[in-house]
């Protein structure tokens, strides 16, 4: 299982092929897997920084393409009140502990899964991706971007 994460212009909304080339300051730049631009595009829109947008799936059992641990992440600039998006879809959670030495703040939302491939017709992982990816972005759409952007900044004063 292969992901392709790259550079990615949340300004131009475009991949940046070579970082020292691009027009944009690099403050504008995420480290994105190609099937989470349109969660990258929609939280920036609303003004909340993705930093990180990635997707990975491990294989975990004894028999070949059965049994998976699957992640979906968006590492986000700062924390932003739990109030702001609303309670999120099924199996995604806001993740803000402090897990290291250093105890520097985790700002992430993310989906885990345990997932069986049963082998059903058009069952696959990029499939199952494909279908938690679109579903955030689904729920991302029912948020008005311009008051999501009011409350953060209120929530900045």
């Known amino acids: 299982m ?10 131009c909304r475009q991949f940046v092929p070579v970082r020292d080339v691009h027009d944009c300051p ?7 897997d190609r099937e989470m631009v349109g969660i990258v595009d929609r939280l920036y829109k609303m ?15 004894d028999i070949k393409d059965c049994e998976y641990l699957l992640t ?4 986000i600039e ?3 009140s739990e109030a702001v998006l609303g309670e999120l879809p099924s199996g995604w959670k806001y993740h803000w502990e402090t897990v290291t030495a250093d105890m520097s703040e985790l700002h992430m939302i993310a989906y885990v899964e345990h997932w ?9 992982v990029e499939n199952r991706i ?3 990816i679109k579903e955030f972005e689904a729920f991302l759409d029912t948020r008005d971007s ?3 952007k009011a409350l953060l900044l209120l929530m900045e004063v």
Do not use: H, Q
């Not at 069986?116 to 696959?124: A, T």
């Open 2 to 11: 292969e992901t392709n994460s790259r550079l990615y212009c949340m300004e």
């Open 26 to 32: 690099s403050e504008y730049f995420a480290a994105v």
């Open 47 to 61: 003004g909340i920084t993705p930093m990180i947008a990635v997707w990975s799936a491990i294989d975990m059992g």
């Open 72 to 75: 979906v992440k968006v590492d």
């Open 78 to 80: 700062r924390r932003i």
């Open 116 to 124: 069986y491939n049963f082998g059903f017709d058009g069952e696959s």
């Open 130 to 132: 494909g279908e938690l």
């Open 146 to 148: 311009e008051a999501v």
